[in-house]
C-alpha cells in the first residue's frame, strides 16, 4: 500500500486513483452544509451534522470494505475482503449518530431534544429519514429510534471510531458540541414554530401542526446534509465538473429585471385584452413591493400569467435579497412554452444559456438537458427554476435522499405555484403546512397563480389551513378584472335525458361555421373517439382528435398543426379530452365543454375567444359562446374527482335556472368559483389529510398524523408497552415516505413506435449495451411513452403487442404497430398494417 496515502479513505478517484482522505471530506461536507443551514440560522447545527456523517469509516471494518472495493488492497492479501458481497451492509452512518446523541442527551431536556433532530439526520443519510416508531403490516409499534441509537458497539463501530478521529475533526466537533449556540439556536427555531400554532392548553407535544412543521425542520436539516455529501463526493471525483457549479454565485436580479422591463416595453398594444393584461402586469410590480409572505394572483385565464408573476417575483427578488425563483407548474405538457418564453427573455445570448434558467421535469431531451442541467437539476443550483408540482411535493415529502436534498433550495425563494386548483386532494394539508413553513421559517415566498382559486386559506384549520397575507390578492380588485377580461358567455344548454353524440357532433359543426373554429372537451377518451368519427367526415372541415392515448411527441404535433391553421383562419374542429385544459395556448372560436367541475369549465372557457378577436357582423367585440352540455352516453363513475366536481358543478347550474344564484351573471366569475370550492372541499374533506390503508402502514392512518404527533402508533405502543416511549419526535417519517404518492395512479410506461423518430428510438432501445445506463435514449424515451393501467397492459401483453425492451429490463415497448393508431393513439385492439418491431 503506497505509504502516501491517508491513514483513513473516503473515496477514491476512478479516473486517475486519486485518494481523498476521510478528514478532507468530513471537514468539506461540514462546511457546506454549514453554509446551506445558515439560511434559517442553524449554522452550527449543519456544521455539526456534516462534520460527524461519516464517522463510523474510521473503523477498520469499513477501510478494508472500502480498499478493497477499489482495488487499493490486493485480492491476494489477507486483510482483502468480498467487497461486493458487503456492499451497504458495513455500518458507517450509526457512529456519528450515537455521538451526537450520546453528547447532547445528558444535558436532559432540550439536550435531549436536539440530540434526536441532529443524530436523525445523520443515522439517516443514506436511506433517507428513518421512522421514529415504526408503521408498518408486519410488526407492532417499536421506537426505531432507539433502537438504531442503541445499536451494539461491535456492529456500529463508534468507540472504535472515536480512538481513530482525526485531531483536526475531533477538535472541531468538541469544539461545536461546547458551544452554547449548539442547542440555544435549535431551541429558537423550535420555541418559534411552537409559538406560530400554539392552542392555548394543548401541549406542544399533542399540536398536529407543531410536531408536522418540527418534523419539516429535521427534513430541512437533512437536506442540508444530503446536499453537502453528494456535491463535496462529486466534486473531487468530477473536479472539472465542479467548476460549472454556480454555487449561489447567480447573475444580479436587476440585470434580470433590466432584460424583462425591456421585453415588456417592446409589446404593442393591439386591443382591449393587452390593455388589460398590462394592467395586470403592472399590478404585480406594484405587489413586489410588499413583504414576503401567501400571495394568491387570480386572473382570467389568458390574462398573461406567466410574464406578470415572473414580473413580481424578480422585484421581490430584488428586493427582499432572495436566492432564487421557482415555479411550479402541474403537468409537464405545458411546461415546456412556458420555460421557453422565460428563458427567451432572461438568457438572450448563447453567452447567458444555463446560466439563468434551469428546467427539472421528465419531457427534457438530451438535446435540451447536457451533463451540466443535469448536474444542477441534482440539487436546484439554479436562479430561477420550473419545475412540476411532482418534483416539488417529492422534495418536501418523498422517500429516499433523491427529492430531499433539494428542500433546503426552497428557503428563501420565490415560489410561483400555476394553475394551483390542480393540486391533489388528498395533499391539500400537507401542502399548506409545508408553505406556511417555508414562509413562516425559511424566509420565503408564495404565489398562487389561476383564473378558479381554490379556497386553501379555508380548509379544515386544526389539520393546517394556509395563511394568507392581508389583502392577499396582487389583483386589487378581482371582480373588475374578471369583468373587464370577460370574452365569453357561458351557456347552460343541459337538457332532460342528456344530449346524444350525433346531437353534439351536428352543434360542434355549426360552430366552425358560425365561428370558424370549435374545440370540444370530453371527460372521457372513449367520449373523443366516438365524437371525433361523427365529425370527422365533415366536408371542408379539418377535424382533429387528442387525449393521453397519443405520445407527448404525437400530441404536439397535431397542436401545431391547428396552431397553424387557427392563425390562417380555416376552419377547424378539435375533439379532447381534458389534457387540452392544463395552460395550452390555443384560441377556438367556441368550446363545448361536457359537464365536469367548475373549475374545468372555467379552464376550457380559456381556450375560447382567448385573444378576444371575435367580431359581430358590424366589426364590433363580441363574446365568445362556450356550451355546457349533458351527454346521454359518457360513463363518469370510474373517475371521482370529475364525478364529484361535476355533481357540484350542476347543482350551481340548478340554483341559477331557479334563480336562487346569479354569481354577477358571471358562472366562472370569481362569486361562482369560490361557492364552488365550497361545496368541493366541504364534500372532500375527509381525504385533505392523505389517508393510507392498513395494507401500507399496518393500520388505517393518515400521512398528516404520520407526519405529527403519530397518535395511532402512540396508542398502540403504549398498549404493548404499559409507556410512551422516551423521545420527542414520533414520527414515522420512512413509513410515509414509502406511502406517498403524488399521482395516485398505478400506470406503466409503454414507449411507443410513433414516427420514424419513434421507431428509430425503439430500435435502438432494443439493441443498446446496458440500455439502463442509457440516460439520453431514455430521457428521449419520455417523449414516446404512453402511460396505461395495469387491465389495459394486461390485455396488451396477453395479445403478445408490448415486450420488455431486452430480456429482463423492466422497460416496456409496442412491438407490434398496428396497435398503435395514428388518429387515436394507442389502441387495445390492432389497425392498420403488420409491422412488428424487435419482438
Not at 219 to 243: G, N, Q
Not at 506 to 518: F, I, K, M, P, T
Not at 692 to 710: E, K
Amino acid at each position: 500500500m503506497n505509504m502516501e496515502m491517508p491513514r483513513y479513505v473516503a473515496h477514491q478517484r476512478k479516473m486517475d486513483g486519486a485518494v481523498q482522505s476521510l478528514e478532507c471530506h468530513l471537514l468539506g461536507v461540514a462546511g457546506i452544509a454549514k453554509s446551506l443551514a445558515a439560511k434559517i440560522g442553524l449554522k452550527e447545527q449543519g456544521e455539526l451534522i456534516g462534520l460527524l456523517h461519516d464517522l463510523g469509516k474510521y473503523s477498520n471494518e469499513f477501510q478494508v470494505y472500502l480498499q478493497s472495493a477499489v482495488g487499493l488492497i490486493n485480492p491476494d492479501e489477507d486483510e482483502y475482503v468480498d467487497a461486493p458481497g458487503l456492499k451497504g451492509k458495513v455500518d458507517h452512518s450509526t457512529a456519528g449518530a450515537q455521538l451526537v446523541w450520546e453528547e447532547l442527551s445528558k444535558q436532559g431536556g432540550m439536550g435531549r431534544i436536539a440530540g434526536q433532530f441532529l443524530a436523525l439526520c445523520i443515522a439517516s443519510h443514506h436511506s433517507g429519514l428513518i421512522n421514529c416508531l415504526s408503521s408498518d403490516t408486519n410488526s407492532c409499534v417499536e421506537d426505531i429510534f432507539t433502537r438504531r441509537i442503541g445499536k451494539r458497539d461491535d456492529r456500529s463501530h463508534f468507540r472504535e471510531a472515536m480512538s481513530k478521529v482525526d485531531t483536526l475533526i475531533d477538535n472541531r466537533f468538541r469544539e461545536l458540541v461546547g458551544s452554547p449556540g449548539l442547542i440555544n439556536g435549535l431551541k429558537e427555531s423550535i420555541c418559534q414554530v411552537m409559538l406560530r400554532d400554539h392552542i392555548k392548553g394543548l401541549d406542544p407535544s399533542k399540536n398536529q401542526i407543531t410536531q408536522f412543521k418540527l418534523g419539516l425542520l429535521v427534513r430541512f436539516l437533512f437536506s442540508c446534509l444530503i446536499d453537502a455529501d453528494r456535491v463535496d463526493t462529486a466534486d473531487f471525483e468530477r473536479p472539472k465538473a465542479a467548476k460549472h457549479r454556480l454555487n449561489g454565485q447567480y447573475t444580479e436580479w436587476p440585470l434580470l429585471i433590466e432584460r424583462l422591463e425591456k421585453h415588456l416595453q417592446g409589446f404593442t398594444l393591439r386591443n382591449p385584452v393587452d390593455e388589460i393584461r398590462r394592467s395586470i402586469s403592472d399590478h404585480c410590480l406594484d405587489g413586489a413591493r410588499r413583504d414576503k409572505g401567501i400571495y394568491t394572483l387570480t386572473v382570467p385565464t389568458g390574462g398573461g400569467k406567466t410574464l406578470a408573476s415572473l414580473r413580481f417575483a424578480l422585484h421581490h427578488a430584488e428586493r427582499h435579497k432572495m436566492d432564487r425563483v421557482i415555479y411550479v407548474i402541474p403537468f409537464t405538457s405545458i411546461i415546456d412554452q412556458n420555460a421557453k418564453v422565460v428563458r427567451d427573455i432572461l438568457e438572450p445570448t448563447k453567452d447567458d444559456r444555463g446560466r439563468v434558467v434551469l428546467e427539472h421535469h421528465s419531457n427534457l431531451t438530451p438535446e435540451q438537458q447536457g451533463w451540466r442541467e443535469k448536474m444542477l437539476t441534482e440539487n436546484w443550483d439554479a436562479q430561477v427554476i420550473f419545475t412540476t408540482s411532482v418534483q416539488l411535493l417529492e422534495a418536501l415529502f418523498g422517500g429516499g435522499t433523491r427529492g430531499a436534498r433539494r428542500m433546503h433550495q426552497l428557503a428563501n425563494a420565490v415560489l410561483i405555484f400555476d394553475e394551483i386548483q390542480t393540486l391533489p386532494v388528498n395533499c391539500v394539508h400537507l401542502f399548506c403546512n409545508a408553505m406556511n413553513f417555508l414562509v413562516e421559517h425559511c424566509g420565503s415566498t408564495v404565489v398562487l397563480c389561476t383564473a378558479t382559486q381554490p379556497l386553501l386559506n379555508l380548509v379544515d384549520p386544526s389539520k393546517g389551513a394556509l395563511k394568507f397575507t392581508k389583502n392577499d390578492d396582487l389583483m386589487p380588485d378581482v371582480k373588475e378584472l374578471f369583468d373587464d377580461l370577460k370574452r365569453v358567455e357561458v351557456l347552460n344548454r343541459r337538457k332532460p335525458g342528456g344530449w346524444t353524440d350525433e346531437e353534439i357532433a351536428r352543434l360542434a359543426l355549426s360552430e366552425v361555421v358560425q365561428s370558424e373554429s370549435c374545440l370540444v372537451i370530453v371527460n372521457t377518451k372513449k367520449s373523443a373517439q366516438a365524437l371525433y368519427r361523427l365529425c370527422r367526415e365533415a366536408a371542408g372541415i379539418q377535424t382533429f382528435h387528442l387525449s393521453t392515448s397519443m405520445c407527448p411527441a404525437h400530441r404536439k404535433e397535431i397542436l401545431d398543426k391547428i396552431r397553424k391553421l387557427l392563425d390562417d383562419k380555416f376552419p377547424v374542429l378539435c375533439v379532447s379530452t381534458q389534457l387540452i385544459e392544463a395552460g395550452v395556448d390555443v384560441d377556438f372560436g367556441a368550446v363545448i365543454r361536457y359537464t365536469a367541475g367548475l373549475d374545468s369549465i372555467a379552464q376550457a372557457a380559456g381556450r375560447c375567444n382567448r385573444n378576444g378577436k371575435q367580431k359581430d357582423a358590424d366589426g364590433n367585440p363580441k363574446a365568445g359562446r362556450v356550451h355546457v352540455v349533458n351527454p346521454a352516453g359518457e360513463n363518469v363513475d370510474r373517475l371521482k374527482d370529475i364525478q364529484c366536481g361535476k355533481g357540484i358543478t350542476e347543482r350551481l347550474l340548478d340554483d341559477v335556472e331557479a334563480g336562487s344564484e346569479d354569481f354577477g351573471g358571471n358562472l366562472i366569475g370569481p362569486k361562482a368559483i369560490e361557492r364552488y370550492f365550497e361545496y368541493f372541499f366541504f364534500a372532500r374533506h375527509q381525504e385533505m389529510d392523505y389517508p393510507v390503508s392498513a395494507q401500507t402502514v399496518g393500520r388505517d392512518d393518515t400521512l398528516l398524523n404520520l407526519l405529527s404527533i403519530n397518535s395511532l402508533a402512540m396508542d398502540e405502543y403504549g398498549r404493548n408497552h404499559d409507556t410512551a416511549p422516551n423521545i420527542y419526535l414520533r414520527q414515522s417519517f420512512m413509513s410515509a415516505a414509502r406511502a406517498f404518492k403524488v399521482i395516485d395512479a398505478p400506470t406503466r410506461g409503454i414507449i411507443v413506435p410513433y414516427g420514424e423518430a419513434g421507431r428509430e428510438l425503439v430500435n435502438d432501445l432494443c439493441s443498446a449495451f446496458e440500455v439502463e445506463k442509457q440516460f439520453e435514449l431514455l430521457r428521449r424515451a419520455q417523449l414516446y411513452t404512453v402511460n396505461v393501467f395495469p387491465q389495459d397492459l394486461e390485455r396488451l401483453q396477453k395479445a403478445g403487442a408490448v415486450h420488455e425492451i431486452q430480456k429482463d429490463v423492466d422497460i416496456l415497448h409496442l412491438s407490434d404497430a398496428r396497435y398503435y393508431d395514428q388518429l387515436f393513439g394507442l389502441s387495445q385492439t390492432p389497425e392498420g398494417t403488420m409491422e412488428v418491431l424487435n419482438a
